[in-house]
T-cell receptor, first 115, second 109 residues
Framework: GAVVSQHPSRVICKSGTSVKIECRSL??????MFWYRQFPKQSLMLMAT?????????EQGVEKDKFLINHASLTLSTLTVTSAHPEDSSFYIC???????????FGQGTRLTVV | GQNIDQPTEMTATEGAIVQINCTYQ??????LFWYQQHAGEAPTFLSY????GLEEKGRFSSFLSRSKGYSYLLLKELQMKDSASYLC??????????FGAGTTVTVRA
């Protein structure tokens, strides 16, 4: 099955700085990846759909200029949280659709803490 | 959009059976997933239903009724390690997943 590698697993940054999170598909080429955010004791909320070679599609209420997504290759999507603030502290998870259409594969997640 | 409801918490005894219900209202349906998530970790896949009926996988089973917008996850022979959050998720035609808020299951000795 597909394996998704997400890096880093934890990051602490200062308010106002930017943080880049990488999501790699290790087993197959992924034209579409998804980015989710999860606040403590809440469920996962879809932020955006990352499309290889084209612009990402953002969900309502998600600022595209703040959460920059780049999907330059079939195996890598990146999410950059720009000018991070403490309220951006959250668990960010990427996923991609399984080749068999029967499940979505998730990365390990990135715990972002903005101080 | 999707509206997905599941209970917030459930408690059961080790060795017992617990059933987690999930109801949904969707603008498009392309499968229903159940995931297990331990605190601070990413979700792990448990089951997938796209047709009506019961799917059994060892101690875990999942049921779907598309006409009723209803699914349940059945956990049998509960073990302490089953204490976790269980997420019901519905996939739409664009392969986007919408998640319920999750059900926290606590297994007591």
């Amino acid at each position: 099955g597909a394996v998704v590698s997400q890096h880093p697993s934890r990051v602490i940054c200062k308010s106002g700085t930017s943080v880049k999170i990488e999501c790699r598909s290790l087993d197959f080429q992924a034209t579409t990846m998804f980015w989710y955010r999860q606040f403590p004791k809440q469920s996962l909320m879809l932020m955006a759909t990352s499309n290889e070679g084209s612009k990402a599609t953002y969900e309502q209420g998600v600022e595209k200029d703040k959460f920059l997504i780049n999907h330059a290759s079939l195996t890598l999507s990146t999410l950059t949280v720009t000018s991070a603030h403490p309220e951006d502290s959250s668990f960010y998870i990427c996923s991609l659709k399984g080749a068999g259409d029967t499940e979505a594969f998730f990365g390990q997640g990135t715990r972002l803490t903005v101080v | 959009g999707q509206n997905i409801d599941q209970p917030t918490e459930m408690t059961a005894t080790e060795g017992a059976i617990v059933q987690i219900n999930c109801t949904y209202q969707t603008s498009g349906f392309n499968g229903l997933f159940w995931y297990q998530q331990h605190a601070g970790e990413a979700p792990t896949f448990l089951s997938y239903n796209v047709l009506d009926g019961l799917e059994e996988k060892g101690r875990f089973s999942s049921f779907l009724s598309r006409s009723k917008g209803y699914s349940y996850l059945l956990l049998k022979e509960l073990q302490m390690k089953d204490s976790a959050s269980y997420l019901c998720a519905v996939r739409d035609g664009d392969y986007k997943l919408s998640f319920g808020a999750g059900t926290t299951v606590t297994v007591r000795a």
